[in-house]
């Protein structure tokens, strides 16, 4: 009879190291995943919140673009006419440098007028 009653307290021993030790294994384990969780939650909310953000930001440059349209529309004109008139004064600066250099040549220059006028 006695040897009944000394497994009763080491199996009951047993038992309760490892109900502490799972309790030492669950209890951290719960609070990590607490806090991923509410980790998780926050980052959720905040996509959310930047989601919003941007489908608003999106609507309103839907909702722009009739207006800078036809701001284009108007300024693309004179835009093409400032280019034409870029285009027309570099031609005409490269007529006035070549004959700024046909002046300045050597050939051209005011003792040269004399003598051919001289002669």
Not at 20 to 29: D, G, M, Q, R, S
Request: one cysteine or more; a negative charge; charged letters at 30%.
């Amino acid at each position: 009879m006695k040897t009944a009653r000394s497994v009763f307290p080491v199996v009951f021993s047993l038992i309760m190291l490892i109900c502490v030790l799972f309790l030492i294994w669950y209890l951290p384990a719960v609070s990590e995943r607490r806090f991923q969780l509410e980790d998780i939650q926050k980052s959720l909310e905040t996509s959310q919140g930047r989601e919003r953000k941007q489908q608003h930001e999106y609507e309103e440059t839907v909702a722009a673009i009739p207006e800078v349209q036809a701001e284009l529309d108007r300024v693309l004109p004179l835009a093409e006419a400032a280019q034409q008139e870029v285009k027309s004064l570099k031609a005409e600066r490269k007529t006035l440098r070549e004959q700024k250099k046909v002046l300045e040549s050597p050939s051209s220059s005011p003792e040269t007028r004399e003598v051919d006028d001289h002669d």
